[in-house]
């Protein structure tokens, strides 16, 4: 079973920045679409960005382009999250997911393979 490890959480002020990563132990994520995903108290979850199995392919959510940027290394067998320039309402539980699939757009019926979480607050 594919277990997925999110790290790099914290708190950080507003302007800062921080770098996510999500890695596999024991498995290989090159076959797999990863996804990044974030929850807020009282709001729905959210992707965030996602990244091609290859990694030549990226999508991001409006209110993150620009600001975000999702990579991956497949010798490290990680994907990544670089956040800059964060805002308070950045504050949120983030997550990274994987499916067994090439491209993003083919993730149909949502991912099947989800970190725990790490926290992120964003706060003077």
């Known amino acids: 079973q594919l277990e997925l490890v999110e790290s790099g959480g914290g708190l950080v002020q507003p302007g800062g920045s921080l770098r996510l990563s999500c890695v596999a132990p024991?498995?290989?994520?090159?076959?797999?679409?990863v996804g990044w995903f974030r929850q807020a108290p009282g709001k729905e979850r959210e992707v965030l960005s996602c990244?091609?199995?290859?990694?030549?392919?990226?999508n991001y959510l409006d209110s993150v382009k620009g600001r975000f940027i999702i990579s991956r290394d497949l010798t490290k067998n990680a994907v990544y999250l670089q956040m800059n320039s964060l805002k308070p309402e950045d504050t949120a539980v983030y997550f990274c997911a994987a499916e067994f699939v090439r491209s993003c757009h083919e993730v149909a019926g949502g991912f099947d393979y989800w970190g725990q979480g790490t926290q992120i607050t964003v706060s003077s």
């Open positions: 024991g498995f290989t994520l090159d076959d797999y679409v």
């Open positions: 990244i091609s199995a290859s990694g030549d392919s990226t």
